[in-house]
């Protein structure tokens, strides 16, 4: 650690750079030897912003994300969240997962409500926390099927629960991984506004791992694009610019949106088409 | 369709209201004039009929005509020679067994109710001895790899020992017959639970555990709110298998160390060259091995979740 890094810890991160991510890398070793997935990945990420993370499959976005989330440790590097360095999983830190991973013998309010438990539990009574949970299933509208089992909803259903159960933690940074990805596009669509209301009201930090592109346009102020793996690192990043609220129909025709849109086509199909020839 | 033709006068009923609301239901009043003209209404009366004998017929069906069948060539056997009695004879017997199910005449001499309960009650403790002790060693087992490697050889020795091979240790630690029992039970129980648990404990999905990582959930919340429900189900099959086999062998163990018992009670009777009791206790025995299965598949089922 530099002596740069060791003034920023006594300020306690700022603003602008909330999250930071310093030079981070992790490197797997498997038996034919080491395995890069990410390097020197480098990205300073301000409070209130929405980041997308895209690249094409097994760029490594979902092990960045992961090192976020404390749930991989960085090999190389750090990872800092509002001056403290990220060693482990916390719920400061909420991530959204694609496979929902909601506990199926809870119903929808008891999944919420265990995270609730955990993170305020400490200061507030139960009626408090009864009351965190209600709201955040009323946030995404699911006030009614509250007492459902997750397996009697629909995948959108289950994914507004993984929402819900990620804000009522009220973390500093919301970690989406690909949330929308197993859902039709009418559903993702959906969920996709309710985000953009939700997240703009609240303020969250949002870092979300996407292979959408006109996902990660529509919701996200930067997008970060990554190269191919292995040993993928940032390529390039994107800043949106759009003003907010926006709204999806008059997105499609507006100029900025299709520019971005064509930027992170080229930049996907041009510059990193290549590994995806060999995967296939 | 099935619900359609089965209450033809109600159906009939409809139909004429369906025809006065005319102008507001157009769909299914032209609905059901096309099955009007396709179905007389004779003929749609007697299939009627048949559908609704069907309906809760059939189940029964099959599973009657197989005790009867069962019945039949027990009697044939039975009159061709040899000294096995018939179904009749052994009803007869039944009836008077069952008349009075809990006499005691002396320790050796009980109704056949105590000598069930009595049973019932060695599988109970060796049972409960062996769940104390296999839920928390399958807990381990697929926690911990190394708990895991170090018990596998074990296992897979101890295992295919047919538990009656542990009633001269069982005699010769406790010196006593019902112990010795017991410990028979323990021992053949332990087994599936130890296994089910572990595999259930192995197959906890990555998902269910990010969510405690994420959470960052204390170790006891972990174990009662994620493991122990993800386990339970597998749990669940590991005793309703124990409880089988716990079951089988109380009956060879009963056998060999007398007492009062459906085991030993067999046994006297055979003694006593009383086939009809020995009968009555085999159908004994599976009607509550029956039972016990029945019991556990329901509370598993209380405790299942739809992933």
């Known amino acids: 650690m530099n002596v740069d890094s060791v003034k920023e810890l006594d300020i306690g991160g700022n603003d602008e750079r909330y999250l930071r991510i310093e030079n981070a890398g992790k490197t797997f070793s498997t038996r034919q030897g080491h395995f890069v997935a990410v390097r020197e990945i480098n990205l300073s990420i301000a409070r209130g912003e929405f980041v997308a993370l895209i690249g094409h499959s097994g760029c490594g976005k979902s092990t960045l994300l992961n090192m976020v989330a404390g749930l991989a440790q960085p090999t190389a590097g750090i990872v800092l969240l509002a001056g403290r360095e990220v060693r482990a999983p916390g719920p400061d830190r909420a991530v959204v997962f694609q496979g929902y991973s909601l506990l199926p013998w809870m119903s929808c309010y008891e999944n919420v409500y265990l995270a609730v438990e955990r993170v305020f539990s400490a200061n507030e009574r139960r009626a408090q926390l009864a009351q965190r949970t209600h709201a955040a299933l009323k946030l995404v509208g699911l006030a009614l099927a509250a007492h459902k089992k997750p397996a009697e909803i629909s995948g959108g259903m289950k994914q507004r629960v993984g929402i819900a159960r990620a804000l009522a933690m009220q973390p500093k940074v919301l970690l989406l991984d690909e949330p929308f990805g197993a859902l039709d596009a009418l559903t993702r669509a959906r969920l996709q506004d309710e985000l953009m209301r939700i997240v703009s009201d609240a303020g969250s930090t949002v870092l979300m791992v996407t292979h959408d592109v006109d996902e990660a346009v529509l919701l996200a102020d930067r997008i970060v694009m990554m190269t191919n793996g292995p040993a993928a690192t940032i390529g390039d990043v994107l800043s949106v610019g759009l003003p907010r609220p926006r709204d999806r129909l008059e997105m499609a025709h507006t100029p900025r949106y299709l520019e971005c849109r064509e930027r992170v086509l080229q930049f996907l199909y041009q510059k990193q088409s290549h590994v995806e020839m060999e995967a296939a | ?307």
């Not at chain 2, 959470?215 to 994620?226: A, D, P």
Request: net charge positive; proline share 7%.
């Open chain 2, 1 to 307: 369709m099935s619900a359609v033709v089965a209450a033809p006068p109600a159906r009939a009923g409809r139909r004429g209201n369906d025809r006065s609301a005319l102008s507001q239901q157009p769909m299914a009043a032209a609905n059901d004039a096309a099955r009007t003209t396709t179905l007389a209404p004779i003929e749609q009366h007697q299939q009627g009929k048949r559908a609704a004998h069907r309906a809760w017929l059939a189940p029964a069906v099959a599973p009657l005509a197989g005790i009867m069948l069962f019945l039949l060539l027990w009697q044939i056997v039975a009159q061709t020679g040899g000294q096995l009695p018939g179904p009749l004879k052994v009803w007869d017997a039944a009836i008077k067994v069952f008349a009075d199910p809990f006499y005691q005449k002396g320790p050796n001499d009980q109704g056949i109710g105590w000598n069930v309960l009595s049973s019932l009650q060695r599988v109970a403790i060796g049972f409960g001895l062996a769940a104390l002790i296999g839920i928390p060693a399958g807990f381990l087992i697929g926690r911990f790899v190394f708990v895991s490697q170090m018990s596998a050889p074990i296992i897979a020795l101890l295992r295919p020992v047919s538990p009656l091979a542990w009633l001269p240790i069982g005699l010769l630690v406790f010196k006593a017959a019902n112990p010795a029992a017991i410990w028979t039970i323990f021992i053949c129980s332990l087994w599936p639970m130890i296994i089910n648990t572990a595999v259930g404990v192995r197959q906890i999905p990555q998902e269910y555990l990010n969510v405690a990582k994420v959470l960052n959930l204390s170790e006891s919340k972990v174990l009662t709110r994620i493991l122990f429900p993800a386990v339970l189900p597998f749990m669940l099959t590991g005793v309703r298998l124990s409880i089988g086999v716990a079951w089988l062998v109380i009956v060879a163990a009963e056998m060999l160390t007398g007492g009062v018992g459906i085991g030993f009670w067999v046994w006297d009777e055979w003694n006593n060259l009383n086939v009809q009791h020995i009968i009555i206790a085999i159908f004994t025995i599976g009607i509550v091995g029956m039972l016990l299965e029945l019991l556990l598949i329901l509370i598993a089922r209380r405790f299942e979740y739809a992933t």
